[in-house]
């Protein structure tokens, strides 16, 4: 009896350890809020870029939590130079555009529009 109760402890601990170390569901689309306008960001569209390997992001560029804070502030310019954050591929010469001139074209920011009536 005393045996069946230790393996049945076994088998728990076993189980929720799978359940913590499980990886994490990833998000679809999270939404950063700006003063210039908010920024959709395309998880999915982003992971996928990179044949969906989490570990060029996660964690050393960002914590997997979308509350955390992404030290990617303007000026853009700062972050660009030091190649960190979103500015590790949003720079001139990186892996994507650039945030100069790509501010409110639709790219990054966008205003809500305005509510009617
Ligand atoms: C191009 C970079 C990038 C890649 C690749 C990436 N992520 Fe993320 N992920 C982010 C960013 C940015 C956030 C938001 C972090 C923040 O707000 O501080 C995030 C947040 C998350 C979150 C938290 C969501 C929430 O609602 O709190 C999870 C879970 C996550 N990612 C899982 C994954 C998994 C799993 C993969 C691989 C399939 C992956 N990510 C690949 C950039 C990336
Ligand atoms: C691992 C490299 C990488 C990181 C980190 C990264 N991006 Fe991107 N991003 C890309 C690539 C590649 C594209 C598509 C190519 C292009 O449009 O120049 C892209 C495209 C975008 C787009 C256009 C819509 C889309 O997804 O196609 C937005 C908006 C964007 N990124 C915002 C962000 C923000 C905000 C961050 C930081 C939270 C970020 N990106 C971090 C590589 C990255």
Redesign the pocket.
Known sequence: MRKMFAYFLFCSVLGLTALVAQKKTPPTK?V?QAKSGN????HT??AK??KNDCT??HDK??AQDAKAP?A?KPPHKNGEDKKI??????RSG????ETKANCTNG??HVKAAAKKG
């Open positions: 999270l950063f920024i959709t960001f395309d569209a982003h870029r990179e060029v992001c560029l960002y992404l990617f954050s979103c500015g590790s591929c949003h990186g892996a994507a555009f790219k990054c």
